[in-house]
């Protein structure tokens, strides 16, 4: 009986000892269980806040990019001259046709094509433009500047006793897009001879 009741006493302390085990167990539980609401919580506020911090990241790029593309195109200015090589003419021909200069001296913005001779305007602005024509005797030379389809100035040089030049400017508030080139008339020569190229320029003064 003795033996029994010990079996027993032991039987009831190792119960006792198994339940504080489970009882603190389901303590600590509870307490990581807490804290992972509250860790996703905080998570929760820093992703929230991380897509805030995106949006004004993304915001700030954008128009960090607009000011760089608005600065890019303000840096709009050309200087070319006629032919490639000094010494040579162009003309006559029977109808007036646009000059295409081929000698760059600059062209930032690129808004000034070699292949055709136009200018095409990039931004809405002001522009200021000068061309110079260079003359020999006997011949007779006459180019004009256009805006698009019409007409704004002219040089003319009739038959110089010897080599003449001409020059001329126009201040003109382009569209985007717009176009500006210079024109040999009928029957008309120009000549490059290295120290006198004929030449066209430009630049933005402001943007509009």
Same mark, same amino acid.
């Not at 200018?119 to 698009?148: D, E, I, W």
């Given at each position: 009986? !003795?033996?029994? @009741?010990?079996?027993?006493? *032991? +039987? ?5 000892? &198994? ?5 603190? %167990? ?47 195109? !303000?840096?709009? @200015?050309?200087?070319?001259? *006629? +032919? ?5 003419? &162009? ?5 007036? %046709? ?63 006793? &010897? ?46």
């Amino acid at each position: 009986m !003795k033996m029994l @009741a010990a079996q027993k006493t *032991l +039987l009831l302390l190792c119960v006792g000892v &198994s339940l504080g085990h489970a009882f603190i %167990t389901l303590e600590q539980f509870k307490s990581i269980e807490e804290r992972l609401k509250a860790t996703e919580e905080t998570l929760k506020e820093l992703k929230r806040e991380n897509e805030a911090l995106r949006t004004i990241t993304k915001a700030q790029s954008d128009k960090l990019e607009s000011i760089q593309a608005e600065n890019n195109a !303000k840096k709009v @200015a050309f200087s070319v001259g *006629l +032919l490639a090589s000094g010494e040579q003419k &162009s003309g006559p021909y029977d109808t007036r %046709t646009t000059l295409v200069y081929k000698k760059i001296f600059t062209n930032t913005g690129n808004a000034y094509d070699p292949n055709t001779g136009i200018f095409k305007a990039p931004v809405n602005g002001v522009y200021f433009f000068r061309f110079y024509a260079h003359a020999h005797t006997p011949t007779q030379m006459a180019v004009s500047l256009h805006k698009n389809d019409q007409l704004q100035c002219s040089v003319f040089c009739q038959k110089p006793f &010897s080599n003449a030049n001409g020059s001329n400017g126009v201040v003109l508030s382009l569209q985007k897009g717009d176009e500006v080139y210079t024109q040999l008339w009928e029957n008309s020569w120009v000549y490059d001879d290295g120290n006198s190229y004929t030449s066209f320029s430009g630049f933005l003064l402001f943007s509009l």
